[in-house]
């Protein structure tokens, strides 16, 4: 008989391959969490140095300058970082250099890493943004598993993970997926279907998946509210105090970095902007987020520029699954008895938890003053609560009737995610991203065309468009590997 952890480690190599398959583009983004990466495991301090130049994502304090992003994803990549420079080091391996175009006011137009550079920002942003990608896989599938079957949890955990602006983003040093992935180890910890709650973890997930990206704010207080109010009234004082032995340690840290960073634990790098831009939007609302404008709604869903609808159409029949789970328990254990307050969440309170969560999410996105997310692959920001998508998706796909629509949506925005990881996922800010952005690149040729980026296939000599055949292939002969592992498992269950 199959057992369930046999598949988990297979599935994890399947999809850390397809998203070191990419090497990241140096843009400002990635570069701003790179510098500071690059000068930690130095022993150079927190600040971007002659690094400087490679980002317009930065903060000035006195004379100099720092990364204006959220630290953690940074402060992780020091170990992957310093592990590949050692190798350099003993190899002979120059150390890693860059060189940068500005244009009038505005730094870092184009950015050139060399040889050791862009090594290292591959294995910073695989051990970051890439192993992240492995740890919410996992966690979404356990929890999918629990509800609906070993297949019905591969299929909707993968299509999640690759049919959606998760994969580019997996690619890359930026923050959204190691939220995502903390957000979503955080909620796996609250499942009343997993063998115990872990409210320790729970803490140091939230607090770490606001160090990541700070609009991970609004779901992370709505899954730490639900810690609380998921026990009895008498217990919420010992569950505080466990939530908060898990935060103490990650609060710690953030706390330094500001202080050393910007004077104060409470202070952070959007306090000491300089593009004129980013200081306005700032200065709107709380920290940009004011309420939400029906362009932004209607954008986010479903505008070729930016509606996830659009750029992952099976995104759609998951919330379809959504609301039918929410009416129907199915076949599902009962759950032990929880506080009324907290009925109201449905017959799964984690799965009503876990749609809350992305629908404030989505609503914050909708009122931040950039809600597009500048030159972006789809909805960005949204990104990390995009996991629990995955629920309105095994759900739909237990109806044998919706399964060849799931499969077929499915398949379009696997290749529509692909398309965007392959040209670059610095979509321009106006435009129909897949007609006039996508579509246009692949048929030119222009596979990795962004400065520093490249592909396994493009290393392997192959021509750009022939270059995505090994992707393709990983992901289809593998894809049916687990397909069977997944299928004996359910047989002997």
């Known amino acids: 008989m199959e057992s369930p952890r046999a598949v988990a480690p297979l599935f994890a190599v399947w999809l850390l391959l397809l998203a070191a398959f990419f090497t990241p583009t140096a843009t ?24 400087a130049a490679a980002t317009g994502d930065r903060a000035r304090v006195g004379g100099a300058w720092y990364s204006d992003k959220a630290p953690l994803p940074a402060l992780l990549g020091v170990a992957p970082y310093a592990l ?10 120059p150390a890693p250099t860059f060189q940068a175009e500005a244009r009038g006011e505005v730094p870092a137009v184009r950015v050139t890493l060399s ?32 509800r609906h079957g070993a297949r019905a949890a591969l299929v909707a955990t993968s299509l999640v993970c690759l049919g959606t602006p998760i994969l580019p983003y997996a690619t890359s040093l930026y923050g959204h997926v190691p939220a995502a992935a903390f957000l979503t180890v955080a909620l796996a910890a609250l499942d009343p279907r997993a063998p115990r709650v872990r409210p320790v973890l729970v803490g140091a997930c939230l607090v770490a998946a606001v160090g990541c990206e700070y609009l991970a704010f609004i779901p992370g207080a709505l899954l730490g509210v639900y810690a609380l109010a998921s026990v009895a009234p008498r217990a ?15 609060v710690a840290l953030l706390g330094t970095y500001q202080t050393l960073c910007f004077g104060a634990p409470w ?3 959007y306090s ?20 939400p404008s029906l362009d932004a709604l209607v954008g986010l869903l479903v505008s070729s520029r930016r509606g996830l609808f659009y750029v992952a159409p099976f995104t759609a029949l998951a919330v379809l699954g959504f609301v039918l789970r929410a009416r129907v328990v199915g076949s599902e254990s009962p759950l032990p008895e929880r506080p009324r307050m907290l009925r109201w969440l449905g017959a799964d309170p984690l799965v009503g938890l876990g749609g809350l969560a992305l629908l404030a999410l989505f609503l914050a996105n909708a009122g931040y003053y950039m809600w597009w997310g500048g ?25 044998e009737r919706a399964r060849p629509f799931v499969l077929v949506a499915g398949a379009v925005s696997v290749l529509v995610m692909l ?22 690149r692949l048929r030119a040729g222009e596979i990795s065309a962004f400065p520093s980026a490249t592909n396994l296939g493009l290393l392997l000599g192959l021509p750009p468009f022939l270059s995505l055949v090994p992707w393709l292939v990983w992901l289809v002969i593998f894809g049916r590997i687990l397909w069977r592992r997944a299928s004996a498992v359910e047989a002997g269950s």
């Open 28 to 51: 400002w983004s990635p570069m701003s969490r790179f510098a500071v990466t690059r000068a930690a495991a130095s022993g150079e301090g927190f600040g971007l140095g002659a690094w």
């Open 84 to 93: 590949v420079r050692a190798i350099h080091r003993a190899t002979g391996r």
């Open 115 to 146: 040889a050791s550079a862009k090594q290292l920002l591959h294995a910073t942003a695989m051990g970051v943004s890439g192993a992240a990608f492995v740890v919410l896989a996992l966690h979404v599938h356990a929890m999918l598993r629990r």
């Open 236 to 250: 919420i004082p010992k569950r505080l105090a466990w939530l908060a032995l898990g935060a103490l340690p990650v």
């Open 267 to 269: 202070r952070t790098g």
């Open 272 to 291: 000491h902007l300089t593009n004129p831009t980013f200081i306005a939007g700032h200065a709107r609302g709380l920290m940009g987020i004011g309420l």
């Open 375 to 399: 030159a972006a692959a789809g909805p960005r920001h949204l990104v990390p609560a995009l996991p629990v998508l995955g629920f309105g998706l095994a759900r739909l796909w237990e109806r």
């Open 419 to 440: 398309g965007i990881t392959a040209v670059g996922i610095e979509a321009p800010e106006q435009g129909d991203v897949i007609r006039e952005f996508v579509l246009p």
